[in-house]
């Protein structure tokens, strides 16, 4: 009855460092069909246990810059002295095949696709308070005292752009934000503007049905 819009929905999420973007968005795609997280290239070296191709495609910044030159990124910025950006390819064929696409990315990222693609959702992940999002980032043992030190800091900053997207996750217990994130999706399916067209049957063939009804007994109503 309703053809609705079936390519899949751009999910951009973004939050301050350590608030549990990726915690949440890999879980969410452990319980969801047709849900892809795109891997995003940086300039920055990996984390102990981070894998090439896996968690972000690792080159150096002289690589970097050609692939901006190239036109490779759909988007990308500069975070605390180093490169990251969405790799074009792939995005729209997924997106096409009603595959929904996470990009989890940055603020200067989010309102480049903001500009770009207006009818994508966009999810801020809030830690529940400033300490917490301290102990989240210690706790994650991948950051020096100094680069725990700048990306609070850019914390700060960047909670401060949270009006620009359309939902905001308090990120408490991570089942609790993963549900959450998924009812904003399958709410954001249901919008009416992802509706391309009403088919209804003809009103008139039903009321002559009813009409013709011989089994229906006015009797048999009750107030
Ligand atoms: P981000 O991707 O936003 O930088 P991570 O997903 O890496 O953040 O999470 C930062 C750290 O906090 C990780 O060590 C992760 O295991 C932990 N963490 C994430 N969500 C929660 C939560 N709800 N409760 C406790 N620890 C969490
Ligand atoms: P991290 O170094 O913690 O993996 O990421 C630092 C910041 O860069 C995070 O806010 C993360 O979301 C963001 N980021 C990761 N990939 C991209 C990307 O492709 N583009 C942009 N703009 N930001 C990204």
Redesign the pocket.
């Known amino acids: 009855m309703l053809k609705v819009n079936g390519n899949g929905l751009l999910i951009v999420?973004?939050?301050?460092?350590?608030a549990g973007?990726?915690t949440i968005c890999k879980n969410l795609v452990d319980i969801t069909d047709n849900t892809w997280i795109?891997i995003?290239?940086?300039s920055?070296s990996p984390?102990n246990g981070?894998v090439e191709g896996k968690?972000?495609f690792f080159v150096t910044r002289e690589e970097f810059e050609e692939k901006i030159e190239e036109e490779k990124?759909?988007?990308?910025?500069m975070?605390?002295n180093?490169y990251?950006?969405?790799?074009k390819d792939k995005i729209e064929d997924y997106l096409n095949s009603g595959i929904d696409v996470i990009?989890?990315?940055?603020?200067?990222?989010?309102i480049?696709i903001k500009k770009l693609i207006p009818s994508a959702l966009f999810i801020f992940i809030m830690p529940p308070d400033m300490k917490t999002l301290k102990q989240r980032l210690i706790g994650r043992k991948?950051?020096t005292k100094e680069k725990v030190i700048e990306?609070f800091q850019?914390a700060y900053n960047?909670i401060n752009h949270l009006k620009k997207y359309n939902y905001v996750v308090v990120n408490d217990e991570v089942d609790n934000a993963v549900s959450k994130v998924q009812a904003i999706i399958k709410a954001e399916k249901c919008r009416v503007d992802r509706i391309e067209e009403i088919h209804l049957d003809n009103k008139e063939e039903i009321i002559h049905e009813i009409l013709m009804d011989n089994d229906f007994n006015n009797d048999e109503m009750r107030i």
């Open positions: 999420v973004s939050g301050p460092s350590g973007k990726d795109s995003s290239m940086t920055r984390r981070e968690d972000y990124f759909l988007e990308y910025a975070y605390n180093n990251y950006g969405t790799p990009l989890v990315i940055d603020i200067q990222g989010a480049n991948t950051e990306r850019t960047e």
